[in-house]
Antibody
Framework: QVQLQESGPGLVKPSETLSLTCAVS?????????WGWVRQPPGKGLEWIGS???????YYNPSLQSRVTLSVDTSKNQFSLKLSSVTAADTAVYYC????????????????WGPGTLVTVSS | AIQLTQSPSSLSASVGDRVTITCRAS??????LAWYQQKPGRAPKVLIR???NLESGVPSRFSGSGSGTDFTLTISSLQPEDFAAYYC?????????FGQGTKLEIK
């Protein structure tokens, strides 16, 4: 059973950098799939942040691209998110999830999510 | 970026009702669409992948259809546990995008 778990500070000061890590168990991320981050401000909808492949290939949401960096550590089976220059608008529940893609005509992934972690931006 | 427009944004219905939620893509995405259910304080749970493939363990009253730009999620007979928010997401291209969500409430 694939499981994902987010971790990191629950409170970040404005203008600082938000850093989160997603630990994956039950599946070696070096095997494949893109792994991504999604956030949800309180009472609002889901926003895709970005995805990363085990080789380091990344895709980012254009609206956040200038502030986001994703990285992967296959030796620890985890991947990470850094979001710089945060403001109150970045307050949200942050989820990590396995991204989906087509391979040989079959759709794979788009299935496993972590429970989410609330990050509040406040001084 | 591909925009996904869900409708309605909210819906009141009764137990036993048949409900349909639609998701329209701003350009063709083949069948690269998933539907998620989200309950308060919980992570989204996948219901349907590849537009119409029911996820293992998901009740058969849920079904998905569509391809190209128009997609639907249907709940054939609402149960009390189905009152939640529903989102579509496209996997055709990056950036990935979500619909704005549909909140299904008890009438």
């Amino acid at each position: 059973q694939v499981q994902l778990q987010e971790s990191g500070p629950g409170l970040v000061k404005p203008s600082e950098t938000l850093s989160l890590t997603c630990a994956v168990s039950g599946y070696p991320i070096s095997t494949g799939y893109f792994w991504g981050w999604v956030r949800q401000p309180p009472g609002k909808g889901l926003e895709w942040i970005g995805s990363i492949y085990q080789s380091g290939i990344t895709y980012y949401n254009p609206s956040l691209q200038s502030r986001v960096t994703l990285s992967v550590d296959t030796s620890k089976n985890q991947f990470s998110l850094k979001l710089s220059s945060v403001t109150a608008a970045d307050t949200a529940v942050y989820y990590c999830a396995r991204d989906g893609h087509y391979y040989d005509g079959r759709f794979l992934g788009g299935d496993y999510w972590g429970p989410g972690t609330l990050v509040t931006v406040s001084s | 970026a591909i925009q996904l427009t869900q409708s309605p944004s909210s819906l009141s219905a009764s137990v036993g009702d048949r409900v349909t939620i639609t998701c329209r893509a701003s350009q063709g995405i083949s069948s690269a669409l998933a539907w998620y259910q989200q309950k308060p304080g919980r992570a989204p749970k996948v219901l349907i992948r590849d537009a119409s493939n029911l996820e293992s363990g998901v009740p058969s009253r849920f079904s998905g259809s569509g391809s190209g730009t128009d997609f639907t999620l249907t709940i054939s007979s609402l149960q009390p546990e189905d009152f939640a928010a529903y989102y579509c997401q496209q996997f055709n291209s990056y950036p990935r995008t979500f619909g704005q969500g549909t909140k299904l409430e008890i009438k």
